[in-house]
């Protein structure tokens, strides 16, 4: 198992698949644990993708959106 590999697979999540997993958490009541586990995937990824998801989105806001 090569570092390469491991970052192709990564890289081949789709932005579905992480905002599914993200949606366990935040609108399932799942754990980031328990969701993580049912997904085969290490938790701080589903913590790392929603902060991805937050940020992403914060940045489509404009200005006067952001300040309300």
């Not at 570092?3 to 905002?19: L, M």
């Not at 366990?24 to 049912?38: D, F, K």
């Amino acid at each position: 198992l090569t570092f390469q590999t491991v970052f192709d697979a990564f890289q081949s999540i789709t932005k579905e698949f992480k905002a599914e997993a993200v949606a366990l958490v935040t609108e399932q009541g799942y754990s980031q644990t328990q969701a993580a586990q049912s997904l085969g995937i290490a938790p701080n990824m589903i913590a790392r993708w929603k902060r991805d998801l937050e940020t992403e989105a914060n940045d489509s806001l404009s200005i006067s959106e952001r300040e309300e």
